[in-house]
């Protein structure tokens, strides 16, 4: 990771959008928040700005929102990870 700031790109379905947004932009934030980018929509693409690192958090965070609708989501080496907290639910 160079730290090189930069833009990605990720286009959206209409139901798509309306979820990664969330309620008043809520997704949207804690995607912020979690990620360290910043994260932005212009019609159906999201904006991810930020460094190398916080960008890819970014991207890998919505692919696990969206993973989240077809059921439980597993993080393959969250054992390595800092950002990752497994919750066992009954």
Known sequence: DTGTWGTDTMTFQDDELSYALGKQGGTRKKLERSSGAIVQYVGHTALFSGTRRTRRAAR????????????????EGWQDRDDCTVIDVP
Not at 64 to 70: A, G, H, P, R
């Open 60 to 75: 890998e965070y919505m692919k696990w929102l969206f993973e989240q609708l077809e059921g439980p989501v597993y993080v």
